[in-house]
């Protein structure tokens, strides 16, 4: 593939996207439809991995006088793509305002002290972007000691900058370049969500809500060198919790029509990324895995994971779909979720895990006090973080709900067996009763404990999914009860005789050796999936390793399973 544009994976600067001969999705129609639907505060609401912090870039470098001009050559940034057939809005916009633009995604910490130091620190370095300000003929005396407080720092590097002025900081900073470029201010705040969602997590809530809303407020409602703002976050917290007071304030979330091309991969970019890339064969696994999410009415592909898999593929480590979701931050909330969730919110989530679909009522503008406060709640965030969306318009204020694809459905899938695990170790005598029913052969015990378990989980029903990934979700619910014991050698999928048994364990100071096969039962014909099992263990000698390995007695079992029913069988 010489010659090919590279896959930006990771790459969130717009400059270096377009410098660094990376391969660009032409999202500059943003641009357009930003100028043509005027608000002077807009924030978006997308999942995390769609986009957002790229398309921030590239209105900094659109604005932002003087940013736009292509290094080593007299064009823009922006030639070729899909903004600069706009010649008017260009002449008019492209390179003429000031622009403040900061992220807010490492404004966190184990406190609220921690918290604004990191703060400062954000607002300090962009700050210091703007240095010429100290020779600027149109600053008065008091106007440069205000920009001396923002930018000045202690001997360990540390910005010094008051509270007071620190909630103040982007209104005056906004204030001092007016003054100098005699034009308002473009501000535009990535991530503006995440110091609440640590401060909730960490104790400090109404601290940070406080400072926030009165740092945003003076920003955006009392300020007259503001020209506009886009602020960008996942979840689309409530207008009375720091948004207060504020007019001319548009929303923009997944539900919304307008810019819904413009975060995420459509279907057309993605076919055409692939053609590019000579991975065409590859459409129908990208389709399955990535794609989905519908925004507005528009299907949508998560971005994050197109690129990383087309550089998997480019690079060769990989041919098959992979989870590149997972990596990129906490799935606590699904575990959380589940951890909560009653028999009929189980039930649920079993539907929606085979592929169903189920209708809630969705809250889109939350405070984090509400996201524990009930259930209901909870939904309203899988949906508004992406592990749920929409499908299909609102039907009498109620939203149909689904996971978008196999990726999420795998993070479910994991998280689920996750919490199981969890909650079967709380019982350590039901535990304890279930796996020594394995050593002594009481096929019963194993029978009743076994359904006990599968009871309390969740379920794959009997839909459309392959026998195999039925019958890997039993043998990993087993594999989870095992793997709890002390003294077990465990081992899955190892070779063993002429194949690869299911589950194999080795308890060497009893010196029994077990060999599992584990079957899905179609239409529930127990008796016939429990002797192939056993067929196929006796069959493959399955239990010539456990012997060479020392084992004295070996235990045979053939186990069938349907639903939350099962059968088992020695032999």
């Not at 599968?454 to 029903?461: N, V």
């Not at 194949?499 to 029994?512: A, K, M, P, R, T």
Request: charged share 25%; with cysteine.
């Amino acid at each position: 593939m010489e010659g090919k544009a590279k896959l930006p994976m990771g790459i969130e600067n717009f400059m270096e996207m377009r410098t660094g001969g990376f391969y660009y999705v032409d999202k500059t129609g943003l641009i357009k439809t930003l100028l043509e639907n005027p608000g002077k505060v807009n924030l978006f609401t997308r999942p995390r991995r769609f986009g957002k912090t790229l398309n921030m870039s590239m209105l900094r470098y659109f604005f932002e006088t003087g940013s736009n001009i292509m290094p080593f050559d007299n064009g823009t940034m922006f030639d070729g793509l899909e903004i600069s057939k706009e010649k008017g809005l260009c002449d008019q916009f492209m390179g003429k305002f000031p622009v403040i633009s900061i992220t807010l995604k490492g404004a966190t910490g184990e406190n609220f002290t921690e918290a604004k130091s990191m703060l400062r620190r954000i607002i300090g370095k962009e700050a210091l972007q703007f240095q010429f300000l100290m020779k600027s003929d149109r600053l008065t005396e008091t106007d440069l000691r205000q920009y001396e407080a923002l930018v000045s720092m202690d001997k360990t590097g540390a910005f010094t900058m008051s509270d007071e002025l620190l909630k103040d900081s982007l209104q005056t900073l906004s204030q001092l370049l007016h003054r100098h470029y005699g034009k308002s201010v473009i501000m535009l705040i990535d991530e503006y969500d995440v110091p609440l969602d640590k401060a909730y997590q960490s104790g400090y809530y109404d601290s940070m809500v406080e400072l926030v809303r009165i740092l945003f407020g003076n920003a955006f409602k009392t300020n007259d060198s503001l020209k506009f703002a886009v602020l960008t976050g996942c979840l689309r917290i409530s207008k009375e919790s720091i948004f207060t007071g504020l007019n001319n304030f548009k929303i923009y979330t997944v539900k919304d029509v307008r810019y819904n091309e413009y975060f995420g991969f459509t279907d057309t970019e993605v076919k055409q990324m692939l053609e590019y890339y000579g991975f065409s064969e590859q459409y129908g696994a990208v389709k399955e895995w990535y794609d989905g999410y519908l925004f507005g009415s528009l299907g949508i592909y998560c971005p994050w994971d197109v690129i990383n898999y087309c550089g998997d593929l480019r690079d060769g480590s990989v041919t098959e779909p992979q989870n590149y979701w997972v990596n990129t931050s906490s799935n606590d909330i699904i575990r959380r979720f589940i951890s909560r969730a009653d028999a009929t919110t189980r039930n649920e989530i079993e539907l929606l895990v085979n592929g169903e679909s189920i209708r809630k009522k969705i809250r889109q503008e939350l405070t984090y006090r509400d996201l524990d406060s009930s259930t209901d709640n909870l939904w309203s965030i899988l949906f508004t973080t992406g592990y749920l969306t929409q499908c299909g318009k609102d039907d009498g204020g109620m939203t149909v709900l689904a996971i978008p694809n196999k990726e999420i459905q795998w993070i479910f899938r994991e998280q689920i067996q996750d919490w199981f695990n969890i909650e079967t170790r709380k019982d350590t005598q039901k535990l304890e009763k279930f796996c020594r029913a394995f050593m002594e052969n009481d096929t019963d015990t194993i029978e009743k404990e076994f359904a006990s378990y599968l009871r309390k989980t969740i379920s794959i029903r009997d839909t459309g999914a392959r026998k195999e990934m039925k019958e890997n979700f039993y043998h990993g619910i087993l594999l989870g009860l095992f793997g709890n014991l002390d003294g077990w050698k465990v081992k899955s999928n190892a070779e063993s005789g002429d194949g690869y048994s299911d589950i194999s364990v080795e308890i060497e100071d009893q010196e029994i050796g077990i060999v599992i096969e584990l079957k899905y039962a179609e239409n529930a014909a127990f008796d016939n999936a429990c002797q192939e099992a056993l067929k196929q263990i006796n069959d493959r000698n399955y239990e010539e390793t456990l012997i060479d390995d020392g084992m004295i007695t070996i235990r045979k079992y053939g186990i069938a399973c349907y639903k939350r029913r099962c059968k088992v069988i020695s032999g």
